[in-house]
């Protein structure tokens, strides 16, 4: 991915010809219908990439997405997979309107027509807490917390059934992050949503997810129901994050990094990628690479010694 690959080569100081980043080599997931997924993981470990994978936004050199048994971006018109970002503005016409904004996308697929548009706009305007009467507004005209309001009106406009949120609510306030966060729990009961939530933020995941996914440099590392991988994490990667949880209270803030550094994307370490961080490392996993192993019929690490962790 050009834009992963060039952060990653201006960080080393080398061009992004010579740079090949495989920014996920191990990631097998299957999400559930009306389930929230979260994604965790170190900058750099792929998250976004992922993310942006199965909205069909990236094209993946290798392996398979499947939606309905379907490859993503096959014979599906791709309006089934939304994604939120964390700057709505990034994707809002600062010179539109917000009911051209939110209105534009079901009316180009058909969805609606040009004179139910206002009435259509207005109603998922309420569906995701924004006065209609606002709808001649544009962007500039509403706050950060409004704005992602608008995104996720616009995502919802098409009706998707799955929403890929990507460090959705990091750029906000807390207490508008909280506001937000219950708006997709609605979301969730109101429509039957399914959500991918990306985050940095753990306490923000253990809110909103029934099962977390925490990847590592590209590799899914362990995969639990959120209170079990909350209570009884079993790779020492989701172990050591865990761990550095920020206390109650001490507000937004990325959790502290893991002891040692994080290795480049570019020139993983061999064998189990965490080795060099790993205090449980052997002979072993400096060679060979752990697969994802079931621990428990919905438990799942890659780890050598997850069985003892
Ligand atoms: Fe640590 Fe080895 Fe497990 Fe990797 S496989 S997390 S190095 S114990
Ligand atoms: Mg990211």
Known sequence: ??????????????????????????????VTAGEVVGIVGESGCGKSTLGRIVAG?????????????????SGHDGLGIQMIFQDPMS????????????????????LIRRREMDDYV????????????????????????????????????????????????????VSIQAQVLNLFMDLRQARGLTYLFISHDLSVVEHISDR????????????????????????PYSQ???????????????????KGEIPSPLNPPPGCHFHPRCPLATDRCRQEAPVLRRLAPDHSAACHLAEAA
């Not at 005209?141 to 919802?156: C, N, T």
């Open 1 to 30: 991915r050009p834009d992963f690959a060039g952060k990653i080569a201006r960080r080393l100081g080398a061009t992004v010809e010579d740079t090949v980043v495989h920014a996920l080599d191990t990631v097998s997931l299957t």
């Open 57 to 73: 936004i990236m094209p993946a050199s290798g392996g398979r997405v499947l939606y309905h048994d379907r490859p993503v971006g």
């Open 91 to 110: 994707s809002l016409n600062p010179r539109l309107k917000i009911v051209e904004a939110i209105g534009e996308a079901p009316l180009y697929h058909g």
């Open 122 to 173: 207005a109603a998922v305007m309420r569906d995701v807490g924004l006065d209609p009467d606002f709808r001649h507004r544009y962007p500039h005209q509403f706050s950060g917390g409004q704005r992602q309001r608008i995104g996720i009106a616009r995502a919802l406009a098409v009706k998707p059934d799955l929403l890929v949120c990507d460090e959705s609510v990091a750029a906000l306030d």
């Open 212 to 235: 977390v996914a925490i990847l590592y440099l590209g590799r899914l590392v362990e995969l639990a129901p959120t209170e079990t991988l909350f209570a009884r994490p079993r790779h």
């Open 240 to 258: 050591a994050l865990l761990s550095q949880i920020p206390k109650i209270g001490a507000g937004r803030q990325q959790f502290a990094p893991v």
